[in-house]
């Protein structure tokens, strides 16, 4: 988990660079990202991007990922 931390905060760094430089929000595309992180550093990673469009692959169930906030779903 703390690894995966690691890797998210570079790549939150890395938007807020390129939204700096090109005065534009990037689109973030996360791949499974739930599956290491504990649920308090889930919520936090969603607290960080909920003013971001962001595309996220995950094997969570789906009534668990509604527990995480205001999230627009499209399950496959």
């Given at each position: 988990?703390?690894?995966?931390?690691?890797?998210?905060a570079l790549k939150l760094a890395e938007k807020n660079?390129?939204?700096k430089v090109l005065n534009k929000d990037p689109i973030i595309l996360l791949d499974d990202v739930f599956s290491?992180?504990?649920i308090d550093r889930q919520?936090?990673?969603i607290n960080?991007?909920?003013d971001s469009?962001?595309?996220i692959t995950t094997s969570i169930d789906s009534a668990e990922i509604?527990?995480?906030g205001n999230i627009n779903l499209?399950?496959?």
């Open positions: 988990g703390e690894c995966r931390s690691i890797i998210l660079f390129f939204k290491e992180l504990d919520d936090h990673l960080l991007i909920s469009q962001v595309f509604h527990k995480l499209i399950s496959l």
